[in-house]
């Protein structure tokens, strides 16, 4: 039945739905999977590699964790080709606020900016909708530390905890068990690799095949957005008893 609905973006179904755009989801959820989790203290996010090929050659850039203004950043879940086109579309409009209005950008209107864009690809013909999911974290003078997910119907919403990309509703359903409120960034840290360890497709979690990013303040009051490196991350583990050392040393 639907496809005779499903050629054009604009054309609903009897049932009220739009399928392309539910296609664009389909396709977020073969991704590697994103995590974010908001504490008292900050935000954090952690992304799944997919590529993790010992050919690869690594550089200082990341595949999952883009910063968008020193007060916001995001994590990524989906087609990475339309995940920069947007991503570059943010940065500019976070820079031209900053140069109007000579503060940084409120992050919810950040948010709403751009998927006010992704909404019309959604609406016109001749156009697919962006096949990426977001979750963006950020702090404003306004609201403080803040979270939230966005997917390709332009929807956006504010959370607590969020996942993005394969498995995410074994992650949410992890996450809505064991969150809790006033929860530390440590804590977040250590709920967000035991929640990923356990939806991950792959047996065993390594520094190799995550990133891991936070947003906090510093103790001067400035907004600080930081990636853990491989290094860090596998102390991590290790502490957390999220693997084994042996794997580690292999």
């Not at 090929?53 to 883009?66: A, C, P």
Request: proline share 3%; charged share 20%; glycine share 8%.
């Amino acid at each position: 039945m639907s496809r005779r609905y499903d050629s054009r973006t604009t054309i609903f179904s009897p049932e009220g739905r739009l399928y392309q755009v539910e296609y664009a989801m389909e396709a977020i959820g073969n991704a590697g999977s994103a995590i974010g989790i908001l504490s008292k203290d900050g935000v954090v996010l952690i992304g799944e590699k997919k590529v993790t090929s010992k050919l690869l050659q690594t550089s200082t850039s990341t595949e999952k964790m883009y910063k968008i203004d020193d007060h916001v950043a995001c994590a990524v879940a989906g087609i990475m080709s339309d995940a920069n086109i947007l991503i570059n579309t943010a940065r500019v409009q976070a820079q031209r606020y900053t140069y109007a209005y000579q503060e940084p950008m409120p992050v919810e209107q950040l948010v709403q900016s751009l998927c006010d864009t992704k909404q019309g690809y959604t609406q016109f013909g001749g156009l697919r909708p962006f096949g990426v999911s977001f979750l963006f974290a950020g702090w404003d003078k306004n609201y403080g530390f803040q979270l939230y997910m966005s997917d390709p119907s332009g929807n956006y919403s504010g959370w607590k905890a969020a996942a993005i990309g394969a498995n995410n509703q074994a992650a949410q359903s992890m996450l809505k068990q064991d969150y809790k409120d006033e929860i530390t960034r440590e804590e977040a840290v250590q709920l967000a690799l035991k929640v990923l360890s356990k939806t991950m497709d792959s047996t065993s979690l390594t520094s190799e095949k995550l990133e891991l990013a936070e947003v906090f303040l510093t103790p001067s009051g400035n907004v600080k957005y930081q990636v853990c490196s491989p290094d860090s991350v596998s102390k991590l583990l290790l502490k957390f008893g999220v693997t084994q050392p042996a794997a580690e040393t292999s």
